[in-house]
């Protein structure tokens, strides 16, 4: 099937990462690829200029993964960051998830699961399957003993110990009966439950940290990379070609906003007392003032594809990219006209 511009886009912008495949697996040979994997990441000279993919924080400290297993860390709310003293992997990370103010998780290809009890300072290799690269996209954890990990073709995984031991969980058949699912994005809800957002317009919700699943269609066909829950409740999805999709009833009943860009959606968050924040490819920043329905818009003057983004502790956005970090990230609300 031929790939539009914006799914050309992101198999550069994220290598590969949404769309399951690695790059180091094409480019370079699967067991090349493999043998990479197993070895801890370097030191990287320009650490803050990698494509990063995921990034979170507890307290000040801000932690953002990426290509080839790097991890970096900030102290002052981004103004500078260093590489994490060991990770021992190079696989691609593709999402990094704070417990607590000292157990961090991360995830991403050939189901690699770290686990870092100092803050993201080292980290310690809890799962891993190098017969075949089947990605981790997310992970989730509740507190420092219950999380959940998400990827490639349903793959779902659970711990109630911290990740000593990671039991796979069987989600709910597709409503077409295709196949697995691909589940890109793990979020928190307003009363202890978890969501994850998946391809073909599927959403899941988890009442039970992550043991069940109950799907919600939302109508759209297409794929949802990124979604967030709202403080009233409201439930907010996006992805492919910009598409948003909001319920304001737990999923029950869903409808399209108006997001104002064809560029794909690639993360977001309710950013407190503001809005719904958002990023997207094509160097594409959204906000919305009215819970979801609607959204500002800005874009970067190099349009370099936006990845990841995680709230400071002073309420202001960090961003990452292709590039690595953003330091001219643009918030809709300042352009006028929007």
């Given at each position: ?11 550069s ?59 970096i860390?900030?102290?002052d ?5 260093r ?18 103010a ?49 990827g ?11 990740g ?48 069940s ?43 399209e ?48 594809p ?8 002073d ?24």
């Open positions: 099937m031929a790939m539009n511009h914006s799914i050309r886009r992101l198999a912008a994220l290598a590969a990462a949404f769309l399951s495949c690695s790059v180091w697996a094409q480019g370079e040979g699967a067991d090349f690829a493999a043998t990479l994997g197993k070895l801890p990441a370097a030191h990287a000279p320009q650490a803050t200029q990698v494509l990063m993919l995921g990034a979170t924080r507890a307290g000040k400290r801000l932690v953002a993964v990426g290509d080839r297993g790097l991890v860390l900030s102290d709310d981004g103004k500078t960051y590489q994490a003293r060991t990770v021992p992997t190079r696989a691609t990370l593709t999402a990094v998830w704070a417990a607590d000292s157990h961090f998780f991360a995830v991403g290809h050939w189901g690699v699961i770290l686990a870092s009890a100092d803050a993201g300072e080292t980290w310690t290799l809890q799962r891993s399957d190098f017969s075949a690269d089947q990605p981790l996209f997310s992970v989730w954890f509740k507190d420092a003993r219950h999380g959940v990990a998400a490639l073709f349903s793959l779902l995984l659970v711990t109630s110990n911290g000593t031991t990671w039991d796979p969980v069987k989600m709910p058949a597709p409503l077409n009966n295709k196949g697995d699912l691909n589940l890109y994005k793990l979020f928190p809800g307003v009363d202890g439950d978890v969501w994850l957002a998946a391809e073909q317009g599927m959403v899941y919700r988890s009442k039970d940290l992550g043991q699943w109950t799907a919600f269609p939302t109508g759209a066909k297409g794929t949802f990379w990124a979604g967030a829950v709202l403080p009233n409740g409201t439930v907010v999805v996006g992805g492919l070609t910009g598409r948003v999709m909001l319920s304001d009833d737990q999923g029950k009943t869903w409808h906003s108006e997001s104002g860009t064809k560029s794909s959606i690639t993360d977001m968050m309710a950013i407190p007392d503001v809005g719904l924040f958002a990023v997207a490819l094509d160097g594409i920043s959204l906000l919305s003032l009215d819970g979801g329905h609607t959204f500002r818009t800005a874009q970067l003057t190099d349009q370099r936006l990845t990841a983004l995680a709230l400071k502790s309420g202001k956005v960090a961003a990452y990219s292709q590039n690595g970090v953003v330091n001219d990230l643009i918030m809709p609300s300042a352009v006028a006209g929007k």
